[in-house]
């Protein structure tokens, strides 16, 4: 699935999770969405590469949300090849209050993996599905806005250090 088609996909699905809540008997609601900037590490490259991606949550108690994502982890230069590494992933998310507006973040899910690669104008792409995990920390800036900060990790040698802003609808 190219880029511009999960693009949809992720804000179809905002639409519609936003367009639910605006059913819901209360008047607060559980959903979320956010951006991230960050850092990848791919075992076998040096340096560290930039990331950004955007997300939406939505909060089924205090201490556990599901969440789905899209991510470019990183660009590389590979043996004169232009390699763009995404990531595509569902997951749960529990928390617990450390306090002061404090919380502590665990992650488990899904992830999807594509590589697309160009060549002298030829180009191809490969994918690989698998588990994803992610330890971080948040602070409540107040009732409809906070930032995290996580540590993620897409695959058995990939590593991905970001900090989030999210938004509570």
Not at 39 to 50: A, E, F, Q
Not at 82 to 95: E, I, M, R
Request: net charge positive; proline share 1%; with cysteine.
């Amino acid at each position: 699935m190219d880029k511009v088609m999960m693009l949809k996909k992720l804000i179809l699905a905002v639409v519609a999770l936003c367009a639910t809540s605006a059913f819901a008997a209360n008047n607060s609601t559980n959903i979320y969405a956010g951006l991230d900037a960050g850092s990848s590490k791919v075992t076998g490259y040096s340096g560290r590469m930039l990331s950004v991606g955007g997300l939406v949550g939505y909060q089924m108690t205090k201490e556990l949300a599901i969440e789905g994502g899209y991510r470019r982890l990183a660009t590389l230069d590979f043996l004169a090849e232009d390699v763009d590494l995404t990531q595509s992933s569902v997951s749960l998310l529990g928390k617990a209050e450390l306090g002061g507006g404090f919380d502590i973040l665990g992650r488990v899910g899904y992830n999807k993996l594509s590589a697309d690669v160009s060549r002298w104008g030829r180009k191809s792409s490969a994918s690989d599905s698998g588990a994803l995990f992610g330890l971080g920390f948040a602070y409540n800036v107040n009732s409809s806005f906070n930032v995290r900060f996580e540590v993620q990790r897409p695959s058995k040698d990939s590593t991905n250090f970001s900090a989030a802003t999210l938004w509570k609808f």
